[in-house]
């Protein structure tokens, strides 16, 4: 069973980075981007869901993604910085 | 009494820490289970006895059976973990009455996705991954003129290159515009295209796989760029990331993701040399760093090249970690001699890049 931040996660990550190779495979290839998947929700994501997303302010998009399940939820254990010499 | 420790999985993860927890208490009693025939050996190298980098499959096994017997860690072999009751701390094993633990480890490994498509039925569809199936697969490869593999992921680099070696045609299918289009930056993986097309290998990017077709055995792969006739083919294999002779290497993200979730980045990237460049071996290492704008903390690292990657990765992600700087980087210390390492650490040539286009 998905639940709804694992489906907008899924959803989210895929269409996203699917953008982002299509701009990186042009500047440095000059290759085109996957073709695109036919249907309506697909339309949805790529021409709603993925220009609004970087017009967000970055306070919000951190929000949500902090908030999304997955393992950048699992931080490193924080430590003191220690920038003197060992002797 | 002494703890009991469970341990679902004899890979080397649930096998190192079987070998761990023996050693923190050598009074435990441990107990392996793996739906396996065998434990503890290493499926990454797998393609590279394929491709005959490695003479035989027993070099893959890090000890014997008995080796772990006398170490007092007991191995169900063959034995399928069908459920866990954390409430009661039992394990329900295929087989076996329910197995009572103190400590339970979970290192199941990975599991193949199906690749939804028609066609997942066939015979001649090679899922890399146990060791006893690698050995009959590797007696076929002898009669295969053609394989295809499935997406040019973390998990088919190894494979394709070593089907190349072996003198097969080899094609490989991915959906995406590049080979490891998922962690990697195209002018990363660029060098590793251009290695596969002197191995002969053909590539179809941004190629979708359709159906896998065949009447009882598959015979052909159906794309959205039409129909690659094929005598197997390779859905997923374990981790790898030696393709053609490159190696890739890196820690955290890149380009693309940082493009792709919007983080701003300030990028410094350096093509250097990996010894003395008038000393023989010496190689290209590409290397391209990602820092956040502002602390210029180090948020990424990307290299490629044909020796000294791993070791530079490793720092790479330690240097991660640790908030290392681009300021850090560009004037760290690095070893100069000429068979070992270059005048100018390409890693640090990259941060000074980067400091220079913050600074214009």
Sequence with gaps: MVTFSQWLRGNSERYLLESAQAEMARRYLNRPGPPAEPGLGPLFWRRVFVPVYPRLPWRLRRAVIQALPGSHRRSWQAREPSRRPPV | ?360
């Design chain 2, 1 to 360: 009494m002494p703890p009991r420790i469970v341990v679902v999985g004899g890979g080397a993860a649930g096998i190192g820490a079987a070998g761990s927890a023996r050693q923190v208490d050598p009074d435990a009693r441990i107990t392996v289970y793996t739906e396996y025939e065998d434990a503890a050996y290493s499926p990454c190298g797998i393609p590279y006895v394929h491709g005959r980098e490695i003479p035989d499959f027993q070099s893959l096994f890090l000890q014997g059976k008995e080796a772990y017997r006398q170490a007092g860690i007991d191995i169900h072999y063959e034995r399928r973990v069908t459920g866990l009751d954390l409430g009661d701390r039992l394990v329900h094993v295929d087989g076996e009455a329910s197995v009572p633990f103190d400590r339970l480890v979970v290192a199941s490994g990975f599991e193949y996705a199906d690749p939804g498509v028609p066609g997942t039925d066939l015979e001649g569809l090679y899922y890399v991954k146990n060791i006893r199936r690698a050995i009959e697969w590797d007696k076929v490869l002898d009669d295969v003129r053609v394989a295809v593999v499935l997406d040019a992921s973390p998990l088919g680099l190894e494979m394709v290159t070593a089907l190349a070696h072996r003198g097969i045609e080899t094609h490989v299918v991915d959906a995406h515009p590049w080979a490891l289009a998922e962690v990697a930056d195209p002018d990363i993986m660029q060098p590793v295209e251009e290695s596969w097309a002197e191995l002969g290998v053909k590539t179809h990017f941004n190629t979708r796989v359709e159906a896998l077709v065949g009447d009882g055995k598959v015979r052909a792969v159906r794309t959205s760029e039409g129909e690659l006739p094929a005598n197997i083919v390779v859905v997923y294999v374990p981790w790898g990331m030696v393709a053609g002779k490159w190696m890739i290497g890196g820690a955290s993200f890149g380009e693309t993701l940082a493009t792709a979730l919007g983080i701003p980045f300030v990028m410094g990237t350096a093509e250097g040399i990996s010894r003395a460049r008038y000393y023989p071996g010496v190689k290209k290492v590409r290397v391209k760093l990602l820092a956040e704008p502002g602390s210029l903390r180090l948020i990424g690292g990307q290299l490629v090249g044909q020796e000294g990657i791993k070791e530079r990765a490793d720092f790479l992600a330690m240097a991660i970690r640790m908030g290392v700087t681009l300021e850090d980087l560009a004037w760290m210390e690095n070893v100069y001699s000429p068979p070992i390492g270059a005048l100018n650490e390409p890693m640090a040539v990259a941060a000074q890049n980067g400091l220079a286009s913050v600074r214009g």
